[in-house]
C-alpha cells in the first residue's frame, strides 16, 4: 500500500510536470524522411537524436530461430519474420540500403545517444514466440544497460501484464490499443494510456480521468501542426509524430 501510495505520487508528479513542459515528443520509427534515412534504420535513429527528439521509436520480432531483430512490418520484402530463421531475415535490406538491424546493433547504436528508446514489442502469432520475445528483449536492454532509457509498447494484452511483470512498476509500459478505460489501466500496474488521437477525440474526458489516477496520456501518430495542437491544448503527456521537428518547434514557441 506504502510503494503504491510513493509511486502514484511520482506518476503524479510526472504527468503535471509535462503540463508545464509540454507534450514529450518521440520520432515515430526514428526520423526516417530525411535523405538517406529508412523507418527502423540506426540511420532514423541516429538523426531523431541528432535534432534533439526527446525519444525514439521502433519496433521489434523474434525470427523463428529466436533472434530479435528491428522492423515494423510482420514481413520484410515478402520474408515472414516470426516463421523464418535470421540468415533469411538478416539477408533483407532496408529502403536505405542498410540491413535489417538485429535488436543488439540497434541498442549498441543507442548506447552512446541522448535521446530515450520507445520499444515496440510486436504482438506474434504464438503466445510462446511473444514471451520469448519480451523476456528477450527486456534482457538484451539490461545488458547493454539502457533501462533508465527505455520504455515499451505493445498492442498485446498478454503482453502487456508480462512487461508489467518483467519491469517492475517503475518502467513506463504504454498500451496503445484504445479500448481500456483509465481505471483498467490503472489496475493493470499503472499502464500509460497511448491512443490514437481519434479515440481521444471521443473520449476527451479520459485524458482528465488519467491524470486524476496518476496515468500519462500519449497519443500516437501525429502526422499534421492541427493535430500536435490538439495535444497541447488538451495537455497529453507525450507523443509519437511524424513530424517530430515541427512538433517540438511548435513546443517551443508556444511553451518553452
Ligand atoms: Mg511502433
Not at 511473444?130 to 545488458?143: D, F, G, P, S
Not at 488521437?197 to 486524476?212: D, F, G, M, N, Q
Not at 501525429?222 to 518547434?249: L, R, Y
Request: net charge negative; charged share 25%.
Amino acid at each position: 500500500m506504502k510503494l503504491a501510495a510513493i509511486f502514484l505520487t511520482a506518476a503524479t508528479v510526472l504527468a503535471s510536470a509535462a503540463y508545464a513542459t509540454g507534450p514529450t515528443v518521440i520520432a515515430h520509427r526514428g526520423l526516417w524522411q530525411a535523405p538517406g534515412s529508412a523507418q527502423n534504420s540506426i540511420r532514423s535513429l541516429l538523426l531523431a537524436d541528432s535534432i534533439g527528439s526527446d525519444a525514439s521509436e521502433f519496433d521489434v520480432w523474434r525470427t523463428k530461430d529466436g533472434l530479435i531483430i528491428v522492423n515494423h512490418d510482420k514481413t520484410i520484402n515478402g520474408v515472414d519474420i516470426e516463421s523464418c530463421t535470421s540468415d533469411v531475415v538478416l539477408a533483407q535490406k532496408l529502403e536505405n540500403g542498410e540491413n535489417v538491424p538485429t535488436l543488439e546493433e540497434y541498442l549498441a547504436a543507442a548506447k552512446p545517444l541522448k535521446t530515450r528508446l520507445i520499444l515496440e514489442i510486436k504482438a506474434h502469432n504464438h503466445n510462446s514466440n511473444e514471451r520469448a520475445a519480451i523476456k528477450e528483449t527486456v534482457a538484451l536492454v539490461k545488458k547493454y544497460g539502457l533501462e533508465d532509457r527505455t520504455e515499451y509498447v505493445t498492442f498485446s494484452k498478454n503482453g502487456i501484464l508480462l512487461l508489467r511483470d518483467e519491469l517492475g512498476p517503475e518502467v513506463p509500459v504504454h498500451y496503445p490499443g484504445g479500448d481500456y478505460i483509465p481505471a483498467q489501466l490503472k489496475s493493470m500496474g499503472d499502464i500509460s494510456l497511448y491512443y490514437k488521437i481519434t479515440v481521444l477525440k471521443k473520449h476527451p474526458e479520459w485524458i482528465r480521468e488519467a491524470h486524476s489516477l496518476g496515468i500519462p496520456v500519449g497519443v500516437w501518430t501525429i502526422n499534421t501542426p492541427e493535430e500536435m495542437q490538439w495535444c497541447i491544448d488538451n495537455k497529453v503527456d507525450f507523443v509519437t509524430s511524424n513530424i517530430p521537428e515541427k512538433s517540438m518547434q511548435m513546443i517551443k514557441t508556444q511553451i518553452k
